[in-house]
């Protein structure tokens, strides 16, 4: 019984940074990879970025890479995903992910998902 609540949406100028939080509970925490994901309106969902259990590697995708940061503290059961000079194509509903499986890159891969966070971008 995983559950996962994303938190840390909302309307940010283009240009400026955003952090997103995941919180994690009913399981032990450091035996999950964690990932983020979103979705556009009318387009697919996509790969954001994922963590490993310990922290110690880390994926990004090509339209976020240099410019994300994905992070977790064992600690406090959380996932963060700090987004930097945002642009308009940013706009879409993040969805924080964990598996406890050994692969943790694309969708198929996670098994329990948060219900999403809004990220608007505007000018």
């Known amino acids: 019984q995983v559950q996962l609540v994303e938190s840390g949406g909302g309307q940010v100028q283009a240009g400026k940074s955003l952090k997103l939080s995941c919180a994690f509970s009913?399981?032990?925490?450091?035996?999950?990879?964690m990932g983020w994901f979103r979705q556009a309106l009318g387009k697919e969902r996509e790969f954001v970025a994922a963590?490993?259990?310990?922290?110690?590697?880390?994926y990004y995708g090509d339209s976020v890479k240099g410019r994300s940061t994905i992070s977790r503290d064992n600690a406090e059961n959380t996932a963060f995903l700090q987004l930097n000079n945002l642009q308009f194509d940013d706009t879409a509903v993040y969805y924080c992910?964990?598996?406890?499986?050994?692969?943790?890159?694309?969708?198929?891969?996670?098994?329990?998902w948060g219900q999403g966070t809004q990220v608007t971008v505007s000018s």
């Open positions: 963590i490993s259990w310990s922290g110690a590697t880390t």
């Open positions: 009913g399981r032990a925490f450091d035996e999950y990879a």
């Open positions: 992910a964990a598996t406890k499986g050994l692969y943790y890159s694309v969708e198929s891969d996670f098994i329990f």
